[in-house]
């Protein structure tokens, strides 16, 4: 059976990485047979970020990598859409949440003070005494240090807020009016896009993107019906 590497669930999310998540949903909606391993520690792993599977014996690591194992080695299982290449619009739909949206939604989490206050808790608050105390800061200090290099760590928290919004409202004009980002049914790009999406909307986490998004109706029912196939 796979097993899906990844970090312990908090949030009442299937996972509150994105890119864990979307490899789960990409598994739900595949029909795949899973297990998830939820202790798994990044720097174990071969690039040293989760999410990562082991399929037989074979370690793959980076959830666009997984997607594309599994279409692979479940061709056969998989309905056309779900295990089709990507398409331009998608790629550049993927690329936009992944190498950007993530990181507005990573700044309004660890480093935003009203994202912190529930981030510290939801991801630390289950390991034992001294680490409980230590480890959060330290984390934090890496995400402020990593989101400086990247760049976005730069910008003022209504430059981010701004930035997230328009990510959004690209992804209500993608969407348009078809029920999923594949068109009629899910697409290999719908994991990606309910992963953010769910994360955004359903962690406890109040600033103006998510307040924004939480009345985008064509994102909610988006999401309601990945829901209704999947589970939360
Ligand atoms: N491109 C990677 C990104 C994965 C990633 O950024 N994972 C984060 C969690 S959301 C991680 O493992 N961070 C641990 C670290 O940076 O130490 C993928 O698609 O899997």
Redesign the pocket.
Known sequence: MIELLQ?KPAFGLMNA????MKVEVFLRLAGLEYRCINDAL?MRTPK????VIRDGGELVA???AIVEHLQRRCASQLPALLRAPETGTQLATRRML?EHTYFTALWLRWIDDTGWQATGPAFFGHLPWPLRSVLPALVRRKMRRDLHGQGMGRHSRDEICARALVDLQALVDLLAFRPYFGGDEPAAIDATTYAFLANLLWAPIDNPVRAKALQMPSLLGYCQRMEARIGR
Do not use: I, N, R
């Open positions: 970090f990485s994105p890119f864990c990044p040293g970020k989760l999410p980076d959830s666009q992944e």
